[in-house]
């Protein structure tokens, strides 16, 4: 069965660092690639998709996600977060049911 | 704008009672999905449905039912709750696309957050 394994569980960080969360899974064939944010109180939201082209996508808010194929990876980064970024980021992915990974917790201090 | 809405927020029940679940979507989507949310798992689907009356079961199924009489609305059923269900519990849905299922994001509901006692 696929699976989806986010490295951190919780990532805390200040204002103005870089931030990069780590996405594998275990699934051989083409898979669509997700990254959803769920802020405080809020709706799972989409942040950045990735179906097929260039391996390297930007999102809203600033994020980019660069899927390595034969790392079987989707890794999320953003330059410099902001305090607003504090939420729960998850990766999912899609041979065809959407899987998805544990989340990360990011806390990002003012 | 795409809304799924989901029919409370928040519901306390007692082992054993019967549990609906209620999901509707306004944009006229073909796919609809229900999760469970758990801290350290992630998502995990229950069931899902890819037009009226279909229903597929998902990874995590057992304890679950689901009817969807209508393309916009997709009920979650517990037959007998459990206190292993308090969860929180996300509707989804999406369109078909070129790619059938997989051929695009899901839009989610704000949630149910299910206490069972």
């Known amino acids: 069965a696929q699976s989806v394994s986010q490295h951190n569980h919780h990532v805390i960080l200040s204002e103005a660092a870089s931030l990069e969360l780590g996405c594998n899974y275990s699934?051989?064939?083409?898979?669509?690639l997700f990254w959803y944010v769920q802020y405080p109180g809020q709706h799972l939201q989409l942040l950045i998709k990735?179906?097929?082209?260039?391996?390297l996508v930007k999102g809203i808010k600033g994020f980019e996600a660069e899927f390595i194929k034969s790392k079987f990876s989707f890794n999320l980064r953003k330059p410099s977060v902001q305090w607003s970024d504090t939420a729960e980021y998850f990766c999912?992915?899609?041979?065809?049911?959407?899987?998805f990974g544990g989340g990360t917790r990011v806390l990002v201090k003012p | 704008d795409v809304k799924v809405t989901q029919s409370s927020r928040y519901l306390v029940k007692r082992t054993g009672e019967k549990v609906f679940l209620e999901c509707v979507q306004d944009?006229?989507?073909?796919?609809m999905f229900w999760y469970r949310q758990d801290p350290g798992l992630g998502l995990r689907l229950i069931y899902f449905s890819y037009d009226v009356k279909m229903k597929e079961k998902g990874d995590i199924p057992e304890g679950y039912s689901v009817s969807r009489e209508k393309k916009e609305r997709f009920s979650l059923i517990l037959e007998s709750a459990s206190t292993n269900q308090t969860s929180m519990y996300l509707c989804a849905s999406s369109n078909s696309g070129r790619g059938g299922i997989r051929g695009s994001e899901q839009y989610f509901g704000p949630g149910t957050r299910l206490t069972v006692t």
């Open positions: 944009m006229d989507h073909e796919n």
């Open positions: 699934y051989g064939g083409t898979v669509n």
């Open positions: 990735y179906f097929s082209g260039d391996p």
């Open positions: 999912a992915v899609q041979p065809f049911k959407l899987t």
